[in-house]
């Protein structure tokens, strides 16, 4: 039989994925605020896409590097608009730029009022284009195992310690 995709009940899928894998959510009438707060959960390593607005369309295109723990982010916000963007962090020592000016580095606000708070570090921008790149400390962590040390990470603490064989040696 045929099945009508034009019902409501079929479209349930499409403002999760705006909303919350693209990240876009306005909180005010004709978007003229808004929060983008990407989710890369799940699998999802990345996404592209754009929100019309009345204001123009809201473009956001990320990826989330695994290996490197390297997350990117474009985005093309309506002029005559204003909101916070959330990026995910691993760390809170991570370091978050904005079109190439260090926003957030070594768990200090650098610029742009930036704060850390539950895995995002946020801050405001308006209308424009930003490149945004979120660089997770990996080469910490690859220094850190290259001394033969292990490194665990869970709810904002890090526990680092060595493997020691059945001889007493590392």
């Known amino acids: 039989g045929y099945t009508s995709a034009a019902h409501g009940w079929s479209t349930g899928v499409l403002p999760a994925l705006s909303n919350y894998i693209l990240g876009v959510i306005p909180t005010a009438p004709g978007f ?4 983008l707060k ?18 123009g369309p809201f473009k956001v295109k990320w990826a ?3 290996i490197s723990g390297v997350f990117q982010m474009q985005v093309e916000v309506p002029m005559n608009t204003e909101g916070e963007v959330a990026v995910p962090v691993r760390l809170e020592f991570a370091e978050v730029m904005v079109n190439n000016v260090i926003v957030w580095k070594g768990g200090r606000e650098q610029h742009l009022r930036a704060q850390y708070y539950e895995g995002y570090v946020r801050f405001r921008l308006s209308g424009g284009k930003y490149r945004i790149t979120v660089c ?14 292990s490194v665990l990470y869970s709810s904002g603490i890090i526990a680092m310690f060595r493997v020691v064989g059945a001889n007493g040696y590392g």
Request: glycine share 10%; proline share 10%; hydrophobic share 40%.
């Open 32 to 35: 003229r605020h808004w929060i």
């Open 38 to 55: 990407p989710i890369p959960a799940g699998g999802v390593d990345w996404a592209r896409g754009e929100v019309p607005t009345p204001k």
């Open 64 to 66: 989330l590097q695994d």
């Open 136 to 149: 997770n400390a990996a080469r910490i962590w690859n220094r850190l195992q290259s001394c033969g040390l």
